[in-house]
C-alpha cells in the first residue's frame, strides 16, 4: 500500500520538477528582456532575432501552408459528408471556419513547429553543449540564456501567433475550395458564411493559445538543448525529448484555455 | 622581500609571484572523489603544466579553475580572491583576466572565424568596429591565421580551429591563459607549431599558461613547472627536470609510456576464470 502511494508521488514529483525547471528558465528570460537589458549594458542581441525569426516564420511557411489547405480541404469533406445527411451541407464554411480558427491553426501550426524548429534548436544548444561553446561562452563571462535563449524566445513569440493567423486563413481556403467545387456554394456566399460563424473573440482565442505555444515551445526546446548529457547520443535523445514533450505541453497548454474559454 | 631573495638562490630563478593558489580542493561526483584535496600555486608568468592520464581529473580540475564547476569543498585563490565563494556575477571580474583555449577550439560554428575573435571585444569593450577589425587582424596574425578571417569554422581545419580558438583566447589581453590538451588529436607538426604558439604567446603578451596535457614530449617542451595526477591525487610536483627523475615508478611509468607497472594494464578487480564461468 505505501509503495504503491511512493511510486505515485515518485512519479508526479518528476512532471513537477521538469515543470520548475522550465519556469526557472522562463524566470530567467524574463530578465533578460526586461531587467538586464536597462541595468547593465547587456541587452537583446537584435540581429541574432530576426535571424531566428526568419528561420522561425518564414522557412516554416511552405510545409505549414501545405498542411494547412490539406487539413481544411478533409475538414470541409468530413463535415460536409456528415451534413449532406440532413441537407445543411451551407454549414461547412461556418464549422470549417470555427474549428481551423479556435483549435486545428493554433494547434497545428504550434506542432509543426516544434517539429521543424523547436528540434532544430535542441539539436543545435545541444551540440554547442558537446564541443563546449556553452562552456566558452560561459567562461568568456556571456551568458547563455541571454546570448542564445532570448533570441529564439522573442523570435519564436512573435512568429508563432503570426503564422497561425496565415495558417487559419490557408486553412479555410483549403474548406473554400471544396465549397465552391464540389457543395456548390457560391465563393462570396461561403466567405459571408465563414465571417458570420466566426466571432472575433474565438480570433482572439486562437491568438492567446498561439502565443502561449510559441512560449511553451521555446523554453522546452532552449531547456532540452541546454541539459544535454554525454555525446551524439544525448543530443538525439534531448532533441526526441524536446518534441514529445513540445507536443504534450501544447496539448495540456490547449486544454487550460480551452478550458477558460469553454 | 627577503622570502623572495631566499627563492632566487633556492630555484635561480624569479621570485616565485603566485598568481592562483588551491588549498585541499575536492570534488566529488556521488561518493567517487575525481580530485581528492589538491594544494598547489601556479606562478605569474611561467607554464605551468597539468599532466596526467586519461580519466585522472584534469578536464575537471581545468573546469573548476575557471568556476565553471562549483567544488565540493575547498579554495581557489586568485591573488587574494576565493572564487569558490563568488556568485556569477562576481566571477565575471575574474573571468576577464583570463582566455581559454578548448580542447576542439569550440568556435562558434555559426560565425566566421573573424566574428569569433572579435566576439569579447564586441562584448565587453565599447571599442569602435574600425578598431575591433584591426584587433581581430592583430590577434589572428599572432597564430598565422589572418588571411582566413572570412571563413566558417566548419571550412578549416581542426589545428586551424585551435589557433583561432587561441587567437580568441587571448582577444581581451588576458593575463592567464588555459589551454586544454592543445596537441589532442593534432599530428606531430602542427603539435609543435601549437607548443611554439604556447610559448610565444607566454613570452611576448607576458601571460602565465597554464596547460592540461598527456602529452609528455609536448609537456616536457613548455613547462617551466609540471604538476603530474593520478586518481584524485598529486603524485610528482616540480621543474620538468625533477619530475624526469622522479623515482616515482608511477611517474616514470606515465613519461615513458609503458603499458604496464605501477599503473596495471588490468583495471579488472576479480578473477577472470570464475567471471567467465560465472561463479563468485
Given at each position: 500500500m505505501s509503495t504503491a502511494h511512493q511510486s505515485i508521488w515518485v512519479r508526479l514529483g518528476k512532471p513537477a520538477a521538469y515543470t520548475g525547471k522550465l519556469t526557472i528558465l522562463f524566470l530567467q528570460v524574463l530578465r533578460w528582456i526586461f531587467i538586464e537589458p536597462f541595468r547593465s549594458r547587456k541587452g537583446i542581441r537584435r540581429i541574432a532575432t530576426v535571424d531566428h525569426m526568419v528561420e522561425t516564420g518564414i522557412r516554416t511557411m511552405p510545409t505549414l501552408f501545405l498542411i494547412m489547405f490539406l487539413v481544411g480541404l478533409i475538414l470541409a469533406m468530413q463535415t460536409a459528408n456528415q451534413l449532406k445527411q440532413f441537407g445543411t451541407t451551407e454549414f461547412v464554411p461556418g464549422l470549417v471556419g470555427v474549428a481551423i480558427v479556435k483549435e486545428f491553426g493554433p494547434l497545428l501550426t504550434a506542432i509543426i513547429v516544434a517539429a521543424r524548429v523547436g528540434a532544430a534548436i535542441t539539436a543545435e544548444l545541444g551540440t554547442m553543449v558537446v564541443s563546449e561553446e556553452i562552456m566558452a561562452l560561459e567562461t568568456m563571462a556571456l551568458r547563455p540564456v541571454q546570448f542564445l535563449v532570448v533570441p529564439r524566445f522573442i523570435a519564436m513569440l512573435i512568429c508563432v501567433p503570426a503564422l497561425t493567423i496565415m495558417a487559419d486563413v490557408v486553412g479555410m481556403a483549403g474548406g473554400f475550395f471544396l465549397g465552391i467545387t464540389?457543395?456548390?456554394?457560391?465563393p462570396i456566399e461561403y466567405i459571408n458564411n465563414s465571417l458570420n460563424y466566426t466571432d472575433f473573440s474565438d480570433v482572439i482565442e486562437g491568438f492567446a493559445k498561439s502565443l502561449a505555444f510559441g512560449g511553451v515551445v521555446s523554453i522546452i526546446s532552449c531547456h532540452e538543448g541546454l541539459s544535454v548529457e554525454g555525446g551524439a547520443e544525448g543530443v538525439g535523445a534531448a532533441t526526441t525529448k524536446s518534441v514529445v514533450s513540445s507536443i504534450l505541453f501544447i496539448i495540456l497548454t490547449d486544454l487550460m484555455f480551452t478550458i477558460v474559454f469553454y | 622581500m627577503e622570502h623572495a631573495a631566499e627563492n632566487i638562490s633556492q630555484n635561480?630563478?624569479?621570485?616565485?609571484?603566485?598568481?592562483i593558489r588551491v588549498r585541499n580542493l575536492v570534488k566529488k561526483f556521488g561518493p567517487r572523489a575525481v580530485a581528492d584535496g589538491y594544494s598547489f600555486d601556479i606562478e605569474r608568468g611561467k607554464t605551468t603544466v597539468i599532466m596526467g592520464g586519461s580519466g585522472c581529473g584534469k578536464s575537471t580540475l581545468l573546469k573548476m579553475l575557471v568556476g565553471f564547476l562549483p567544488v565540493t569543498s575547498g579554495d581557489i585563490y586568485y591573488d587574494d580572491l576565493n572564487i569558490t565563494q563568488l556568485n556569477d556575477d562576481e566571477m565575471d571580474t575574474i573571468r576577464r583576466r583570463f582566455g581559454i583555449l578548448f580542447q576542439y577550439g569550440a568556435?562558434?560554428?555559426?560565425?566566421?572565424v573573424g566574428d569569433n575573435v572579435a566576439l569579447p571585444l564586441r562584448e565587453h569593450t565599447k571599442l569602435d568596429e574600425k578598431i575591433i577589425q584591426m584587433m581581430v587582424k592583430m590577434k589572428l596574425e599572432l597564430v598565422g591565421l589572418r588571411s582566413f578571417e572570412d571563413l566558417m569554422p566548419s571550412q578549416i581545419s581542426g589545428g586551424m580551429k585551435k589557433r583561432v580558438g587561441l587567437a580568441r583566447a587571448i582577444a581581451l589581453d588576458p593575463e592567464i591563459v588555459y589551454y586544454d590538451e592543445p596537441s589532442a588529436g593534432l599530428d606531430p607538426i602542427t603539435s609543435a607549431v601549437v607548443d611554439e604558439l604556447i610559448m610565444k604567446i607566454t613570452s611576448t603578451l607576458k601571460v602565465t599558461s597554464i596547460v592540461v596535457t598527456h602529452h609528455m614530449d609536448s609537456a616536457f617542451r613548455i613547462a617551466d613547472h609540471m604538476i603530474m595526477l593520478d586518481r584524485g591525487k598529486i603524485i610528482s610536483e616540480g621543474t620538468p627536470q625533477q619530475i624526469r627523475n622522479d623515482p616515482n615508478p608511477m611517474v616514470q611509468q606515465f613519461i615513458n609510456g609503458e603499458p604496464d607497472g605501477a599503473v596495471p594494464l588490468n583495471q579488472t578487480a576479480d578473477s577472470y576464470i570464475s567471471d567467465l564461468l560465472g561463479v563468485k
Open positions: 464540389n457543395l456548390n456554394i457560391l | 635561480g630563478s624569479d621570485a616565485p609571484d603566485v598568481i568556435l562558434f560554428n555559426s560565425m566566421t
